[in-house]
């Protein structure tokens, strides 16, 4: 029998600031990417229940005390929010570690990172300064940033506290009532930090929570006429059902969809600070990471020099159970694993090398979604492991000649979510950090989802709109514009 998670949450949506069972009264089980094992339960939720949670935030928003506090008041409980999150980190990263496979210390830092994002928007959400505009004689003009009222946010299981905290935690300090649909492969913490929000005080309505199918409860709050604003990450498929509910509905949305994102490092680079950055970025998360570094140009007179270093390093790399905190831990779940599987059989067929392999740690706990990290190369640049998203442990060499190559092979994916640049040439840094067809570019660095501060998202394939820094704060805000006649 699987344990519900919490007396408060097991099996509930969060409505109304209550936590109630879902109108269907089924669950979905949820699965230990370890093991393979079901070891909790949560809502199956539907699109009554999503009809219920848009009319909580409604008159949340509209008639209840959330819509009455001041900016700073929203602020203050952010605030209590974020300490109440590092009062419970370790628990939060266990309960995160367990429900999505990763690493005990990533789900440290994936909790922390939460913590500080209700940290970063609280101390933003009184600071939304308005303009006043010079306009015609007797006349006073000003424009004022204003709230959309219900926001919808649809999160994907690769981060699930971080991404809740960036999209809900800058929604909220905006002044948006919210409802949040998180994946059915992994929301546990999302659900006590949901608890958590009702235990420190905020307000019933401004934060609603229904678990539940993409196809059910997932496209019910899309398509919702009465949200205002779409949030979206997840993958560009569903992407585009999402756009286009948003569409019907004339309402604004972000989508952060992925990437294929680059590493380019040239001759001159420092290697020794370049290549950890390189190996870590595709195994962060075994490489199930939106903006993992997926793809490594090399300029080809350090090539045999860094693909030997990268395979020695990649040949220590283990994959093992969340809770033995190894280099990775298993893929979500068993579509995952099949679709990492296919690209590496697509590597085979079209003759890429595999350059080296890391390995399973001894004792798996049978029906894990275990896949050891791979390295690739030389991946020709037409070739499927060069252009498209594996969301997995695998990274593609491929060599460059110079400079122009390298700023064409960067761009010649349909993504453009991050890219990091390797060499000592300012000069070089600078064009490749203009020319390259991406949301950031780091300069001798590289952030894997990194930076809190730091506004984030796509182009093309990848998405539009912009998440975390101050930029995240302004996709939940619209402005309004008002003008005194006075003579
Ligand atoms: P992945 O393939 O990585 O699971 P998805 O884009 O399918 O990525 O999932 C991201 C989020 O979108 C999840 O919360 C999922 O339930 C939700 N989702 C999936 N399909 C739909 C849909 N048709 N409408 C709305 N949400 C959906």
Redesign the pocket.
């Known amino acids: 029998m699987p344990e519900a998670i919490s007396s408060a949450s097991g099996g509930k949506c969060l409505i109304g600031g209550r936590w109630v069972p879902p109108a269907s009264g089924r669950t979905l089980p949820v699965i230990c990417p370890s093991d393979g094992r079901v070891f909790a339960e949560i809502a199956s939720g539907g699109a009554a229940d999503i009809e219920a949670a848009v009319a909580a935030a409604r008159e949340a928003f509209e008639k209840g005390a959330w819509g009455r506090l001041a900016a700073f008041e929203r602020g203050r409980l952010l605030l209590r929010l974020s300490a109440a999150i590092l009062e419970h980190a370790e628990e939060l990263a266990a309960l995160e570690s367990r429900d999505t496979g990763k690493p005990l210390r990533q789900g440290r830092a994936d909790i922390r990172a939460c913590a500080r994002y209700f940290e970063y928007y609280g101390g933003a959400a009184d600071k939304l300064h308005g303009d006043t505009i010079p306009f015609l004689q007797g006349y006073t003009a000003a424009s004022f940033w204003e709230p959309h009222g219900v926001t919808a946010h649809?999160?994907?299981?690769?981060y699930p506290a971080q991404i809740f905290g960036r999209s809900i935690g800058a929604a909220l300090a905006a002044g948006n009532a919210c409802v949040l649909?998180?994946?059915?492969?992994a929301c546990l913490s999302v659900l006590r930090i949901g608890e958590l929000a009702l235990e420190i005080g905020l307000p019933e309505g401004a934060l609603n929570i229904v678990p539940?199918?993409?196809?059910e409860?997932?496209?019910a709050?899309?398509g919702h006429p009465g949200i205002d604003f779409l949030s979206?990450?997840?993958?560009p498929?569903?992407?585009t059902?999402?756009q286009t509910?948003a569409a019907r509905n004339h309402i604004g949305c972000t989508l952060e969809l992925g990437g294929k994102s680059p590493q380019l490092l040239f001759a001159d680079a420092d290697l020794e600070a370049a290549l950890p950055v390189v190996v870590n970025a595709i195994v962060q998360n075994a490489g199930q990471t939106c903006s993992a570094g997926s793809r490594v140009l090399i300029e080809k007179g350090i090539y045999e020099e860094v693909t030997g270093r990268l395979a020695a390093r990649f040949r220590e790399l283990v994959a093992g159970p969340h809770d033995r905190d190894l280099d990775l831990g298993p893929l979500i779940n068993r579509s995952?694993l099949e679709r990492v599987q296919h690209y590496l059989a697509l590597a085979r067929e079209g003759g890429v090398s595999v350059l080296a392999e890391g390995r399973l740690a001894e004792d798996l706990p049978p029906g894990g979604y275990y896949v050891a990290p791979v390295l690739l190369g030389p991946v020709p640049p037409d070739h499927p492991l060069a252009r498209e998203e594996v969301?997995g442990p695998v990274l593609a060499c491929l060599p460059f000649a110079d400079e122009a190559e390298a700023l064409a092979l960067a761009n010649a994916t349909p993504y453009g979510l991050v890219a990091g640049v390797w060499t000592r040439d300012g000069a070089r840094q600078l064009r490749l950090a203009h020319g390259i067809r991406a949301g950031q570019v780091f300069l001798n660095g590289y952030g894997a989802g990194g930076g809190i501060e730091l506004p984030f998202g796509g182009v093309g394939r990848s998405g539009h709109g912009r998440e975390k820094g101050f930029a995240g704060l302004y996709e939940f805000v619209r402005l309004k514009t008002i003008v005194w006649n006075h003579g």
Do not use: R, V
């Not at 649809?154 to 690769?158: A, F, K, L, V, Y």
């Not at 539940?212 to 196809?215: A, Q, S």
């Not at 979206?232 to 993958?235: C, D, I, L, Q």
């Open positions: 649809i999160i994907p299981w690769n649909k998180p994946a059915e492969d539940g199918l993409g196809e409860a997932g496209a709050l899309a979206f990450t997840g993958s498929e569903t992407g059902a999402i509910a995952q969301f």
